[in-house]
């Protein structure tokens, strides 16, 4: 679940993004569906694995 995550954890092995990056891109940008997210920051276009942990702080957000 995303509250297990760190800040300094990667939440996305594919492009190396720590959950603490990840989320100040999503708040910088006003950044709200996983498509946005995959746009601009490049997660979850690889293997897809952490689609789940994406979402939840995407939710989070909101
Ligand atoms: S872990 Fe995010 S795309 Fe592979």
């Known amino acids: 679940m995303a509250y297990q995550f760190k800040d300094d954890d990667v939440i996305c092995s594919c492009t190396n993004i720590t959950k603490k990056q990840f989320l100040k891109v999503i708040n910088d940008e006003g950044l709200e ?10 997660v979850n276009v690889a293997c897809g694995m952490c689609v789940y942990i994406v979402e939840k702080l995407l939710a989070d957000k909101q």
């Open 33 to 42: 569906t996983l498509e946005q997210a995959r746009d601009e920051t490049r």
